[in-house]
């Protein structure tokens, strides 16, 4: 892989990691709710479940994916569904004892298994297969470089909006702050949910 790929797959690595989804969104309302430390099986979860999705796909399974249309729409419609099940879990939290009360609570096996129903984790793997590892005599090689530099981004850019939620959590906790964080929260859960049913 010369530089130029090298660093068009940093400069697509940055946009999406670092752009607001359901990852990044669950990360920095599960810090807000219930503090860093509860917050980190999830994140790691998340790098942990991409990079089993993205060898999935390097593999070939993102092909059977792509090319079964009742394939993708169960993964779409159980992404869908999940997220809406985890925005109204998170509306109805208001104030950090109910929070810590496990109102809200992901897991990190539950963490793994949002990355297989994330349609933009799909599409995110499926254009990094395509343009920097299928088709290539170094394809091992490559995904050896691209595999490491997803993970990476997928921990930072998660590990950063758990730590905006837990800055936010002392001032959260006063009045209704915390409830309508939550609704927002919940709010951006449920456009993604549309996004993924428009696409």
């Known amino acids: 892989m010369n530089w130029q790929e090298f660093t ?3 400069v697509l690595a940055t946009a999406m990691s670092f752009s607001p989804g359901p990852n990044t969104t669950l990360s920095t309302a599960l810090a807000a709710n219930g503090g860093l430390p509860r917050a980190m099986r999830f994140i790691i979860a998340v ?7 993205l060898a999935l796909c390097a593999a070939g399974i993102g092909a059977l994916v792509t090319a079964a249309p009742m394939l993708r729409l169960a993964i779409k419609g159980l992404g869908i569904a999940y997220l809406l099940w985890l925005a109204f879990k998170l ?3 208001g104030t950090l004892g109910q929070a810590d009360g496990r109102q809200l609570d992901v897991g990190f ?5 949002l990355q297989f129903v994330n349609i933009k984790a799909w599409l995110l793997a499926l254009t990094l297969v395509a343009g920097w590892i299928a088709g290539r005599p170094d394809a091992l090689h490559r995904f050896a ?4 530099v997803m993970l990476g981004y997928a921990f930072a850019s998660n590990f950063l909006y758990a730590f905006i939620g837990a800055l936010l ?3 959260l906790a006063h009045g209704t702050r915390l ?8 709010a951006v859960l449920v456009l993604t949910a ?4 428009e696409t």
């Open 179 to 186: 409830l309508w964080f939550n609704r927002a929260m919940a």
């Open 169 to 171: 959590r002392q001032w």
């Open 194 to 197: 549309y996004w993924m049913f």
């Open 91 to 93: 509306s109805g939290s």
């Open 47 to 53: 790098p942990v479940g991409w990079t089993l999705l």
């Open 109 to 113: 096996g539950q963490g793994v298994m």
């Open 145 to 148: 470089i691209v595999a490491p």
């Open 8 to 10: 068009a797959l940093l």
